[in-house]
């Protein structure tokens, strides 16, 4: 059973346009979601997280939107640059109360920026 | 200093050999992970280790191996692979893994190949 399901598989974008990358959840008790970005050859590096009790956090060119009621979250990416071209995990995990749970991922989104 | 270090880099093994994977971390982290992640996939949860204890073993098998022997130290000993185990190895740390959603610090990875 997928516990967060993302998408688009992937996406090409014009440099100076908006990226938008969605997930969706299915288990209440998340309470934490981090986006991560990935380049090849690299682990997964931490872009911007949210808790449920927002609805938007805007970090510089990146955005996330917060739909508790859907169980949806998207990250938007501003003036899209070349350098953004990476793999987009969203991701969630939960207060278990007394131990690391780690994170369940969702299968990333492949972003390509054209110049 | 903010890294998780990992060593090797990258690893050929035959199916009878016995090799270890080593991370390392230097932040004062007091939970680390081991993750499996398969080309354009995402990573896949293996264990989990909470103040040197492991706390979380994600049903894998016994031919991996984990072992946590200081807060800083993080092995994965290999024995047995199948070609099927050939992946990259992520490690990564959090402050304290004591059930608040904290950033997770990811390792480059060692890219497995098992022949």
């Known amino acids: 059973q997928q516990q967060v399901k993302q998408s688009p598989q992937s996406l090409i974008v014009q440099k100076g346009g908006i990226s938008i990358i969605n997930c969706a959840y299915e288990?209440?008790?998340?309470?934490?979601f981090p986006w991560y970005q990935q380049f090849p050859g690299k682990g997964p590096a931490l872009l911007i997280a949210?808790?449920?009790?927002?609805s938007e956090k805007k970090e510089g060119r990146f955005t996330i939107s917060f739909n508790k009621s859907a169980k949806q979250f998207s990250l938007h990416i501003m003036d899209s640059q070349p350098g953004d071209s990476a793999t987009y995990f969203c991701?969630?995990?939960?207060?278990?109360?007394?131990?690391?749970?780690?994170?369940?991922f969702g299968k990333g989104t492949h972003l390509i920026i054209q110049p | 200093d903010t890294e998780v270090t990992q060593t090797p880099k990258h690893l050929v093994m035959g199916m009878t050999n016995k090799k270890s994977l080593k991370c390392e971390q230097h932040?004062?982290?007091?939970?680390m992970y081991w993750y499996k992640q398969k080309a354009k996939k995402p990573p896949e949860l293996m264990f989990v280790?909470?103040?040197?204890?492991?706390?979380i073993n994600e049903s894998v098998p016994s031919r991996f191996s984990p072992e946590c022997p200081n807060s800083s130290l993080l092995n994965l000993h290999l024995h047995a692979l199948q070609p099927e185990d050939s992946a990259l190895y992520l490690c990564?740390?959090?402050?304290?893994?004591?059930?608040?959603?904290?950033?997770?610090?990811f390792g480059s990875g060692t890219q497995l190949s098992v022949l």
């Open positions: 990564a740390s959090s402050r304290s893994g004591q059930g608040v959603n904290e950033k997770l610090f």
């Open positions: 288990n209440t008790a998340f309470d934490y």
């Open positions: 949210i808790r449920p009790d927002v």
């Open positions: 991701a969630a995990s939960r207060d278990s109360g007394g131990g690391a749970d780690g994170l369940t």
């Open positions: 932040m004062g982290h007091r939970a």
């Open positions: 280790y909470s103040y040197e204890k492991l706390s």
